[in-house]
């Protein structure tokens, strides 16, 4: 309300959406304002090469010293775990009550079985032939653009998510990273992606509605599309089981939730069993590429070792 200018709301309203939660609700505004002072002071840095990059890279930090990086397996149940001193489950509520099952204390079993999940997104990777002929040519030097008009605007398309409903104008985000790094291109075609706000465990196809908001912006846009692939709730949901119903931020940033998630405690990040703790995004300060979360709960590890525990069998 305090905005001089029509555009300084929008500019805020799109940051405030990456809260994936109604505008009109408290601490919304704070996730606004994270997004905006972070790039403003640091801008937003791009991983050269692709995420993937970060991810390589973390992989060698524990390979190096000795660490075991198993892939291709699907835990289900506790006994299927070895034993160990602690174990950091990088999973979603739901999926740690089933994993833990009834070694969980009764009061946190009932807070994951209560925890909300947020509403979920609809994401389209492009080819593109010479880059997106944006209508605002300052939009062709950002790697991140936010794509939903007016403040009213993308206020109502969050709304009408939160309640359940795909608005006909959806809130996307657009990346388009290989403008600062150029080795994701091949010479004049270029990757881009664009990811829509829709309601959780959604089963509509969005690919006509991300693709009609970004022509909105970006006449001409359509005829450079060289190819997509378009991936619903359900393919995200399957290509990483923490992104319940399509929700990639690990949970729900309601009034509650934004700050004490995935329970209220002390720990948050334990889940009542002695060494054993949960570290994904549906833990404090929620989703986000800092990993503060597994940092954090490697904390909670540390002192339980440091105080002599150990051996959770």
Known sequence: RWWRTDKARALFGGAAAHAYYRLDRPATSAVGMMIVAAGHRYGWPVAEGGSQSITGALAALLTDRGGKITTGVHVRDWNELPPTDVVLLD?????????????????????????????????????????????????????????????????????????????????????????????????????????????????????????????????????????????????LAASNPNYVGGDIIGGANTETQVVLRPRIALDPYSTGIPGTYLCSASTPPGAGAHGMCGYNAAQSALRYLRKGGGDVQ
């Open 91 to 235: 999973v979603a509520p739901s999926a740690a009550l089933g994993i833990l099952g009834a070694r969980l204390p009764d009061r946190v079993a009932r807070a994951y079985r209560r925890f909300k999940h947020a509403p979920a997104a609809f994401k389209v990777d492009f080819a593109i032939q010479g880059g997106v002929p944006w209508a605002d040519p300052e939009c062709g030097r950002a790697g991140t653009v936010h794509l939903g008009g007016s403040f009213a605007e993308i206020a109502a398309a969050e709304r009408a998510v939160a309640a359940g409903r795909m608005p006909e104008r959806p809130f996307v985000l657009l990346g388009q990273q290989y403008l600062a790094d150029r080795s994701r291109s091949n010479g004049d075609l270029h990757p881009l992606y664009a990811y829509a706000h829709v309601p959780h465990g959604y089963t509509g196809d969005a690919t006509e509605a991300i693709t009609a908001q970004i022509e909105r912006f970006a006449p001409g846009f359509r005829d450079r599309i060289v190819a997509t692939v378009s991936s619903g709730p359900a393919r």
